[in-house]
């Protein structure tokens, strides 16, 4: 089973992307600010991080890029924010994205780039 992190400030985004992926069989982390989600990912490693932007202690691009500096295999990365700016879609790219949504990302959006990032059939 795929293990999916999801890194996001907000219980309720956190509650609406765990039942997306759950329901569509994935196996489900969840992290409330990058700090968490680098510890949960180095001690374990992910086949897919879903990551917001605005995080306190430690935003998405900090964790993207802290995370891609890691020793360790990469997963592919999808950030989901509100943030809508061309500038804040280069720099999610730059820190390492894979792909950038806003929010409320659709879920059958969510999920087809998710299995076509996993090699999935979608």
């Known amino acids: 089973m795929k293990q999916v992190l999801i890194v996001d400030d907000a219980a309720t985004v956190r509650m609406y992307h765990r039942g997306i992926f759950e329901d569509a069989g994935?196996?489900?982390?969840?992290a409330v600010n990058g700090v968490e989600a680098l510890e949960k990912a180095v001690a374990a490693g992910f086949d897919l991080y879903v990551v917001d932007v605005n995080m306190p202690q430690l935003d998405g691009f900090g964790f993207l890029q802290a995370l891609r500096g890691q020793d360790?295999?990469?997963?592919?990365?999808i950030m989901v924010t509100t943030e809508a700016e061309d500038?804040?879609?280069r720099q999610a790219y730059?820190?390492?994205?894979?792909?950038y949504l806003v929010k409320p990302a659709a879920p059958a959006v969510l999920l087809r780039?998710?299995?076509?990032?996993?090699?999935e059939t979608p």
């Open 87 to 89: 500038g804040d879609r």
């Open 113 to 119: 780039l998710a299995r076509l990032l996993l090699g």
């Open 26 to 30: 994935y196996a489900v982390t969840e």
């Open 72 to 77: 360790m295999p990469q997963a592919p990365a």
């Open 94 to 99: 730059a820190a390492g994205a894979n792909v």
